[in-house]
């Protein structure tokens, strides 16, 4: 193995990740029934989750509030400065109050604060201060494990930043396996991008009834071979009398059948008697990257989509992954 590489920015970067990962053993290793009853708290409201800090935490705040939209937990960001000059309107009954300050001490969370200890609303405090002002105001006070800062000189929020992040992580997860979140919700609040089109079902992608190619299993294959080629899917669906789909004819099994019965064999044969049975299928609701990881594996570029009873009613191409930024 080549010896890691020396230079003085490796050097600080490395030193850098390892605090801030220590930092995060011991803030794992601090955890208890105080994680537990501040997510059964945010759980509980009915209305949203308010997130705010000042300064860098009001940073994490944002991210913090961002994750939790994202996963089901209905939730926004309010700057505690503007919140004393008219955002307070914006914080309602039903909701619940998430605030953090490494210090605890943050003098613009004061009215905030006071807002939600006014209306009786839960709140939750992320601090690195067990005495601090947050932590004896708030309901559920989530305490930092004492770390150094990554900075030289112990002053610019590195290490506690990174743990109020994580912790926010945390605490959104929790709450999103609780409320049983699925990759379905999940795309729900992420429609766009390569995320949002993993994310789709093949339903959503595929080729209709009407674009099916397909043909009997008694079809002469001079005929199936006629269909095959009029789809342009480079495959046959193969039905049998009840409709369903018995098998599939690829370019690979004229190949085959050709080199075994040549041409005129070939023609003189049915759509069953050359057809692959029990072909690789998927249904409506199968999530696009999961019907992209099927042709991968099995190095085929279409799939036909079935209904509970086997009947095809769709197909979905590589070609239709690709325009929709699945693959």
Do not use: W, Y
């Not at 409201?45 to 997130?51: L, M, N, Q």
């Not at 610019?156 to 049983?180: C, E, H, K, N, Y």
Request: glycine residues 10%; hydrophobic residues 50%.
């Amino acid at each position: 193995m080549n010896a890691p590489q020396t230079h003085p920015d490796l050097d600080t970067a490395r030193r850098v990740l390892a605090l801030e990962s220590e930092a995060l053993t011991a803030l794992a290793a601090s955890l208890d029934d105080r994680f537990a009853a501040a997510v059964s708290l945010l759980a509980g409201a009915t209305g949203r989750v308010v997130v705010s800090g000042m300064g860098k935490s009001g940073h994490v705040a944002r991210k913090v509030a961002a994750t939790l939209a994202s996963t089901g937990t209905p939730a926004l960001f309010v700057h505690p400065a503007e919140a004393s000059h008219g955002d307070l309107g914006m914080i309602v009954g039903g909701d619940a109050v998430l605030a953090l300050s490494n210090s605890g001490e943050t003098p613009e969370l004061a009215d905030l604060v006071g807002h939600a200890k006014r209306f009786g609303l839960p709140l939750v405090g992320i601090t690195g201060r067990a005495g601090s002002t947050l932590a004896r105001a708030a309901d559920v006070a989530l305490v930092l494990p004492a770390a150094p800062e990554a900075c030289p000189m112990g002053l610019a929020p590195t290490t506690s930043t990174t743990m109020q992040l994580a912790l926010g992580d945390a605490i959104a997860v929790s709450l999103l396996t609780r409320r049983g979140f699925t990759a379905a919700d999940f795309r729900v609040f992420h429609p766009g991008g390569k995320l949002g089109a993993r994310l789709a079902r093949v339903r959503d992608l595929m080729h209709g009834a009407a674009e099916l190619p397909l043909a009997p299993e008694t079809t002469p294959m001079e005929a199936a071979i006629v269909a095959m080629t009029a789809r342009r899917f480079g495959c046959l669906g193969v039905q049998d009398a009840a409709g369903r789909l018995a098998g599939i004819i690829t370019d690979g099994d004229l190949r085959r059948a050709l080199e075994t019965g040549g041409g005129a064999g070939l023609l003189a044969r049915s759509a069953a008697e050359v057809m692959t049975r029990a072909p690789r299928t998927v249904r409506p609701e199968t999530l696009a990257a999961e019907a992209l990881h099927e042709m991968n594996t099995r190095s085929i570029t279409a799939l036909f989509v079935l209904d509970e009873a086997g009947r095809p009613v769709g197909i979905l191409h590589i070609h239709d992954l690709l325009r929709a930024g699945v693959a």
